[in-house]
């Protein structure tokens, strides 16, 4: 019980709470199954690609091209299932997988073999990805994805698919993160690298791994979008890298490396879908909505450093009697 | 060399469906009339960098810019630039605030006339009562805002019983637009109808109130292109679209700048290949009508 | 004499001048009008909004900061004199007002950074969605017009033939190398870069000289704002906000580690002045402007990869010799 | 001592830019052997123990061979595969991990992380030690000492042949060390070598069987311990011997400077009193751990206290930050040069001119040069700062010469008070003389020093007074020359009554 009390996702778990409550009190509709439903379902791609970007903040790293990744990604898969006879659910998924891997690696490979920091590097391949799937498409859209590829993603017995696949992605990764050695390896590199070192962690491997696992959850976001949306837009979804970043921090994830879990992040997303979502349903007048949200963000953000800040001062750091 | 002419046609922001119509009948026209034209604009829906694009074809040395500006001031002293390098200047899409900046204007209908439209066809869809609401792209985005300005003020005078309960920017990405209305239909259990005003938003509107199960219960109309349109009339969950037809109006403003670049002149129900009759009011070059595509004849258009 | 310049330039300094002339070779060969006074001057009025905010982001970024808020300062500024300016406010107290708001910016910024503790991407992150909310709200969305025509001077007037802009780039550019390299808040802003710990303890308060950087920063941003004010005669709320990753490229391009300590304003200027051409050369020969966003982030990534590669080369060399 | 050769190195070099740090350098370790490794600092120790646990990858034409087979190490993973195990000379620990982790990681090498055997490896590890730890408990919790027998119950728990250690001892107080000793010798009885490196003498002539020496990178010689006495091997190390002279004999104490009446802050010190005189130096000491940081700490306003109160010259300030501590002429010294000290990517002269930049401007309020290197210079020659070279940067120096920089530093602001936490943590004993030799002038100028040092030796050569604290308290305080000093020992093993 204190355990679950001094951790860190229980704060931001009941200002969730608490919003989710003020929200329903001004309007009834916001508990209702189908609210719930979109917003969980409309966050999917995004919380699939704030679960990668958790990973390589946790090595103290950081992914700027995740939304660029994740429509190259959504553009040749809407390109392929429109055009080519091969696609089906193995394939697609399939291509998702590699294109993913393929985007992640190349950051990966980037940033560990020449240590260069990892925002440039993800800056400059966030402007390569989405210029190339822009100059190749002209920037219009892929219209009318087939029936079978959008059912991937719908409602099956009130049972919102995506949802299921977002829980089955978290789950396996908040397993890889607890359970496997390149997972510990992670949190290793973000707390201290050196030591890291010295404990025999490859950081190159890892962090290249960290990478490419990052990619193929936005190669996956990627396949998800395009299926929940029956058309893919390649220039959508701008800025998104920073909402993704948003969210793990928000649930908890530290910036600067070494700690952070899969739930926190998922309160994270959760926490920022119901404020988008909130902002409507509680009728804020459009003008004033990105103040709200804005100042939301720097509410929890800062009332969580002040807490963290004065727990530091008040430790015992040394042993009195 | 003479009749060599290079012609910017510059947009509001490329890479959107509407403007790549454009952007195709406009490289049609250069081709059937024999000139070069550079099709060219912003990334982003960014009004400096669009007149950064105009200073870099002043000093490309272009016969004539004919462009569809972003923000109908904030272009202002750039072309002014270009008068003064003695460039032709045309206007499409949309306009100049001052109109002695530009020759003419190719006009397909003033923010006024299609937004006055689409208030119309959209009450008529909404029986001219009940809530409805607006998604527009960006809140800085004039063209969108005041096609809805004037929609929003057409319905409040002739249809009182309408009430706007929300105005809501989707950012031009269609998943956020998506987004927005099942929110909105949360919010307003009864929402009566949605109207999208810049083109991402109708489709994604659309589905949301397919998804829901509310087709035909949720009115959805607004700016969009018959081709991404097609699917969601065809399914009831769009009732209808208007729009011109953004592809002639391309190619009618290559067409125009062509015939200014001459020294000729557009005249009253002059009949433009491919694109029509036209008429000419003052400064204006009018391309007629506004489509309005329903599902009836959606596969009459091609674009 | 190339020996001299061998040791006199960092690595970093001699890539960045190969890769500038390169472009501006291209540039040179690709289009004859590329040369003229007229699309030299032009291009400096394009970059100088960017440049000035390039260089306020470039002391943040030593300090071992980033201030993501920088492009809707911008936004906010430029909003703020708007409005001032079509309720008839004078042009000095126009200005007053919008430094001022650019100051609170940067004070918030700085409180939140130095006083709470809050790291730098996420104070900023917040600050950026929180000064955009408050621009839209302000300017209702709407983009404001109606400038007077006495306030164009500042981004549209040229000063024998200088557009006035450039001057002021080149103005803020050599306040800021001054600042850098010979006055004391210089030093102290590269050694909390170094290690902001041994900094305190050595006397520098550090809590101002980063509330001193971000404040800066806001001030630079609230410049550009109101330069771009004057020379597309509107205020919108969105200004700036576009500017943002090209500007932290074009520091890092410049030879400005993102993790602080080192770097300096001519390798921002330069940084810039690359991406611009890249954008002027595209649009002079009339490639697609996707082609450009390709070529900007390619350039970026060729340019930090060839000089590690470069860095990396050297150092098994020398290992060798001695 | 005859084992069986487990490690032997030859031609060992490393070359960084610009220095080689190794030159053709050897050393044999046999089987169940303590090897010290000793040198002036900057000889290469450390560089020498990176190559052997796989760290740094030497030049070319560098042997090591492991049971007489030639192997090359090309990263951590591989030398821990081979039996070697380091604590290195920082503490490489994570913080935001258990300590339970901390002592796992690294061996799983399947890909599973399976959590009872790492809580049951921790626990086992612990105990080994003797003595009692939540495993579960997050490292960044605990303090320093803890953390410090954290590493090494991590060390110890690999099923190591050779255990390295760089400065085990340099955060360690004597218990701690003593306990060190004896898992030491089990060690030794279970045949595993031990490389062992650290700058205090006594313990050299304590544990090692053998010393092997190094000088500026190169090899100086191998001799059994037994051969040798403290002055040869100084000899060795430095080129020429050193006398570690008492230097408590002359007090130059004169009024009274500061009182500091009953400070306390929660978790960190209690009732604190005491009393410093100009000319005085006064020694805090204690075992790690015992809050005497902190309590030094809250008088440069980096730790200001709950209650209390503090006079300078009889009146009463309060320092709430460092800016009110330097107003009131009192400088601090950390014990961490790297994290705290120094700023290690600037020059010598930026470092040492950083506090007091202000004062040195010219008419225009622009940075002066000359004065700058005029100041410097002054202070190079004042503390025989080596090379003399005021453009090379902080982190190029040796470790000695920058524990100098960063009193350089400081006494250029003149101070009244000099507050220096363990001034010659890690700093070899030809430095370290000059350092003590250092200090003591200072105090006859008529500086008041307050020193924080868990060092027996040099509290008692080198202060005035000794503050014994012990849990964040006082619980002895005595003359240094008249004083028992096992009664100190005692005092801070056991506490006061
Ligand atoms: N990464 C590096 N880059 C450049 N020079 C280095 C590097 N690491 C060590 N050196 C240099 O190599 C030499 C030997 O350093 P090393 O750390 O091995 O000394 P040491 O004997 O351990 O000294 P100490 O007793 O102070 O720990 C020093 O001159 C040091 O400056
Ligand atoms: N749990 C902790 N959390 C944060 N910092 C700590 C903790 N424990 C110790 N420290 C820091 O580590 C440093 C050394 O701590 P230690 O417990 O050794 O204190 P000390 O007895 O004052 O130091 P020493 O005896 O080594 O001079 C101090 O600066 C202290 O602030
Ligand atoms: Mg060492
Ligand atoms: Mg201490």
Partial sequence: ???????????????????????????????????????????????????????????????????????????????????????????????????????????????????????????????????????????????????????????????????????????????????????????AIGGNRNAAKYAGVNIGKTIFLTYTYCGLMCGIAGLVIDSILGNCQPSGSTGWEMNAIAAAVIGGTNILGGSGTMAGTAIGVVMMGVIENGLVVAHIPTYYQKLVYGLIILVTVTFDVIRKNFADSRKQTIEMD | AGDDYTIALISQQIGIPYFETSNVWGMEAGEDLGCEVIYTGPTASDAASQANIVQDMITKGVDCIAISPLDASAIEPALKQAQEAGILVITWDSDVTDTSLRSVYVNAASYQTLGE??????????????????????????????????????????????????????????????????????????????????????????????????????????????????????????????????????????????????????????????????????????????????????????? | MIEKLKTKLTLNEIVLSGAFLFIFLIGIFSNENFLSIRNILSLFQQMSEMGIMAMGLTLVIITGGMDLSSGTTMGLCAVVSGLCLTHGIGLALTFAISLSVAVLCGILNGVLIAVVKIPPMIATLGTQMFFNGIALALSQGNSISGIPEKFYFLGQAKVAGVPLQMILLFAFAAILFIILKKKVIGQQIYSIGNNSKASLYSGIRTTRVILFVYIVCSVLCCFAGNIQVSRVATARADMGTSFLMICISAVVLGGTSIDGGNGGITGTVVGILIFAMIGNIMNLVGISPFWQQLATGSILVLVVVFNKTIEMQKYKIKSRKV | MSGKSFLKMENVSMTFPGIKALDDV????????????????????????????????????????????????????????????????????????????????????????????????????????????????????????????????????????????????????????????????????????????????????????????????????????????????????????????????????????????????????????????????????????????????????????????????????????????????????????????????????????????????????????????????????????????????????????????????????????????????????????????????????????????????????????????????????????????????????????
Avoid at chain 1, 153 to 174: D, E, G, H, Q
Avoid at chain 4, 180 to 209: G, P
Avoid at chain 4, 213 to 235: F, P, S
């Fill in chain 4, 26 to 497: 050897r050393l044999e370790i046999f089987e169940g052997e303590v090897h010290a490794l000793m040198g002036e600092n900057g000889a290469g120790k450390s560089t020498l123990i990176k190559i052997i646990s796989g760290v740094q990858q030497p030049d070319e034409g560098s042997k090591i061979f492991l049971d007489n087979v030639e192997v090359r190490f090309s990263n951590v993973g591989d030398s821990i595969k081979h039996g070697i195990n380091a604590i290195q000379q920082d503490l490489s620990l994570f913080p935001n991990m258990s300590v339970a982790e901390n002592i796992y990681l690294g061996r799983s090498k399947n890909g599973r992380v399976d959590w009872k055997e790492c809580t049951r490896i921790a626990e086992e590890a612990i105990a080994v030690l003797g003595i009692s730890m939540n495993v579960q408990e997050q490292l960044g919790n605990l303090s320093m000492a803890k953390q410090q027998m954290v590493a090494i119950a991590r060390a110890i728990s690999f099923e190591s042949r050779l255990l390295i250690m760089d400065e085990p001892t340099a955060t360690l107080s004597f218990s701690e060390v003593k306990m060190l000793y004896s898992i030491i010798e089990k060690l030794k009885k279970q045949n595993i070598a031990i490389l062992f490196i650290s700058h205090k003498l006594n313990e050299v002539f304590k544990v090692s069987d053998r010393v092997t020496v190094l000088k500026d990178g190169k090899y100086v010689g191998c001799r059994n311990i037994a051969e040798l006495d403290e002055n040869k091997l100084v000899q060795m190390m430095v080129g020429r011997s050193v006398a570690y002279a008492s230097l408590n004999q002359v007090s130059y104490a004169g009024e009274k400077i500061l009182e500091v009446n009953d400070i306390s802050k929660k978790g960190n010190y209690k009732s604190i009193s005491f009393d410093l005189h100009k000319g005085e130096i006064l020694a805090f000491t204690g075992l790690v751990g015992a809050g005497r940081s902190e309590t030094v700490k809250a008088l440069f306003g980096l730790n200001p206290p709950d209650s209390g109160e503090i006079y300078l010259k009889g009146k009463k300030i309060e320092i709430k930050n460092v800016s009110q501590a330097i107003k009131n002429k009192i400088a601090f010294i950390p014990e961490n040069r790297h994290e705290e000290g120094l700023v290690l990517a600037m020059t010598m002269k930026d470092n040492i001119t950083l506090p007091i930049l202000k004062r040195l401007m010219t008419s225009l309020q622009f940075i002066n040069r000359r004065s700058v290197n005029e100041e410097t210079e002054n202070y190079v020659k004042k503390l025989n700062i080596k090379p003399p070279q005021i453009n090379k940067l902080a982190g190029n120096f040796s470790g000695g010469n920058q524990q100098k920089i960063a009193v350089a530093k400081w006494l250029i602001t003149d101070p009244e008070i000099l507050i220096i936490d363990e001034p010659t943590h890690g700093v070899d004993i030809a430095s370290k003389t000059e350092i003590h030799r250092l200090l003591k002038d200072l105090a006859k100028e008529g500086m008041a020093i307050i020193m924080v040092s868990s060092e027996w030796q040099e509290v008692f050569a080198l202060s005035d007074r000794v503050i014994v604290m012990r849990h964040g308290r006082i619980v002895h305080e005595d003359n240094t020359a008249t004083g028992d000093q096992n009664l100190m020992m005692e005092k801070a093993i056991l506490g006061g009554k």
């Fill in chain 1, 1 to 187: 019980m204190k355990k679950i009390l001094e951790r860190r996702e229980t704060g931001v778990f009941l200002i969730l709470a608490i919003l989710c409550f003020m929200l329903s009190i001004i309007s009834p509709a916001f508990l209702s199954y189908t609210n719930i439903k979109n917003v969980l379902v409309n966050n999917v791609p995004l919380g699939i690609m704030a679960g990668g970007m958790t990973f390589v903040l946790i090595t103290a790293g950081i992914d700027t091209s995740v939304a660029s990744q994740m429509m190259f990604s959504a553009t040749w898969i809407s390109i392929f299932v429109t055009k080519s006879p091969l696609a089906n659910p193995v394939t697609v998924l399939l291509l998702a997988a590699v294109i993913g891997l393929c985007t992640g690696a190349v950051n990966g490979f980037l940033i560990s073999k020449f240590s260069i920091a990892p925002i440039i590097v993800t800056l400059g391949t966030a402007s390569i990805y989405r210029g190339i799937i822009l100059v190749y498409t002209n920037g219009t859209w892929i219209m009318n994805l087939p029936d079978w590829f959008t059912n991937l993603c719908r409602t099956w017995n009130m049972i919102p698919l995506p949802v299921v696949y977002t829980i089955l992605i978290f789950v396996i990764s908040a397993y890889i993160l607890k359970r496997t050695y390149f997972g510990r390896s992670v949190y």
């Fill in chain 2, 117 to 303: 439209h689409l208030g119309e066809r959209f009450a008529e869809y909404m029986g001219g009562e009940g809530q409805y609401a607006i998604i527009t792209s960006v809140l800085t985005s004039q063209a969108n805002s005041e096609w809805a300005r004037y929609a929003t003020e057409y319905m409040e005078a002739n249809f009182p019983d309408m009430e706007r309960v929300a105005y809501e920017p989707c950012d031009d990405d269609q998943s956020k637009a998506y987004s927005i209305t099942q929110n909105l239909m949360i919010a307003y259990p009864d929402l009566k109808g949605v109207l999208g005003v810049t083109t991402p938003a109708p489709p994604a509107a659309a589905q949301a109130v397919a998804e829901a199960g509310r087709n035909g219960e949720v009115v959805v109309t607004g700016v969009v292109e018959a081709s991404v349109a097609k699917s969601y009339l065809e399914d009831g969950s769009m009732q209808e679209a208007n729009i011109w037809h953004p592809g002639k109006l391309g190619y009618l403003a290559v067409y125009t700048a062509k015939t200014l670049l001459e020294g000729n002149e557009m005249t009253d129900d002059m009949e433009v290949p491919k694109v029509g009759t036209i008429d000419v009011e003052g400064d204006q070059v009018i391309m007629t009508e506004i489509l309005d595509i329903t599902a009836q004849n959606v596969n009459e258009f091609d674009f």
